[in-house]
């Protein structure tokens, strides 16, 4: 389980590029669970959803007894994205190449 806090950047979308990263690194080494507190578009589009406290409680205490992962982030995990993000743009993440001009 890893726990998402707040994080502050002065780049533009800095903190959902470092929460993508953080997506793409658990999923190579399986990780589950990411409290990341909010209920929002772009996490939605990482596979985010609500659950339980009782639930979260219960995922936490499993993913405790697990061994810790190598935290080092290899370029190749951007990889674990790509099939999940290809057909999703966010709202709030700005047009595709392909969308047309508004009229």
Request: hydrophobic share 45%; aromatic share 6%; with cysteine.
């Given at each position: 389980a890893v726990f998402g806090e707040s994080m502050f950047t002065t780049?533009?979308?800095?903190?959902k590029i470092a929460l993508a990263a953080l997506v793409a690194l658990?999923?190579?080494?399986?990780?589950?669970?990411?409290?990341?507190?909010?209920n929002t578009p772009h996490l939605a589009t990482l596979g985010a959803r609500e659950m339980r406290r009782a639930?979260?409680?219960l995922e936490v205490r499993k993913a405790s007894a697990k061994p810790p992962i190598d935290w080092n982030?290899?370029?190749v995990y951007w990889n674990n994205?790509?099939?999940?993000?290809?057909?999703v743009v966010p709202e709030d993440l700005g047009p595709t190449?392909?969308?047309?001009?508004?009229s």
């Amino acid at each position: 389980a890893v726990f998402g806090e707040s994080m502050f950047t002065t780049v533009p979308d800095g903190s959902k590029i470092a929460l993508a990263a953080l997506v793409a690194l658990g999923r190579q080494h399986a990780i589950e669970l990411i409290d990341c507190q909010q209920n929002t578009p772009h996490l939605a589009t990482l596979g985010a959803r609500e659950m339980r406290r009782a639930d979260f409680a219960l995922e936490v205490r499993k993913a405790s007894a697990k061994p810790p992962i190598d935290w080092n982030f290899r370029p190749v995990y951007w990889n674990n994205l790509s099939a999940s993000l290809a057909s999703v743009v966010p709202e709030d993440l700005g047009p595709t190449v392909e969308d047309p001009p508004p009229s």
